[in-house]
Nanobody, 121 residues
Framework: QLQLVESGGGLVQTGGSLRLSCAASGGNSSFYALAWFRRAPGKEREFVAAINWNGDSTRYADSVKGRFIISRDNAKNTVSLQMNSLKPEDTAVYYC??????????????WGQGTQVTVSS
């Protein structure tokens, strides 16, 4: 069973950058679409970005398009989220997710525990 562990969260000022990473183990993540979701305080979990198995197709939420970049390294079984021009509304717990097959906006089978990102104003 695929296990996902996120890292790289923290506190950053408005306009700053952070890079999140997610390491997969217990399987070959090359066969999975990978994604990032987030849950802000008092809100539902929402889709942030996704990437297909070979990295040639990506999707982004409108709220992060042009600021966030998702990438993957299948040799290292990792997926990353480069977050630039951060805003206070980006504050949330960020989750890594995986699913076999094509990328999707919501239906993922495996989830990490999450990493906190806090953007101060």
């Amino acid at each position: 069973q695929l296990q996902l562990v996120e890292s790289g969260g923290g506190l950053v000022q408005t306009g700053g950058s952070l890079r999140l990473s997610c390491a997969a183990s217990g399987g070959n993540s090359s066969f999975y679409a990978l994604a990032w979701f987030r849950r802000a305080p008092g809100k539902e979990r929402e889709f942030v970005a996704a990437i297909n198995w070979n990295g040639d197709s990506t999707r982004y939420a409108d709220s992060v398009k042009g600021r966030f970049i998702i990438s993957r390294d299948n040799a290292k079984n990792t997926v990353s989220l480069q977050m630039n021009s951060l805003k206070p509304e980006d504050t949330a717990v960020y989750y890594c997710a995986a699913r076999p097959g094509n990328l999707h906006y919501s239906a993922y089978d495996y989830w990490g525990q999450g990493t906190q990102v806090t953007v101060s104003s």
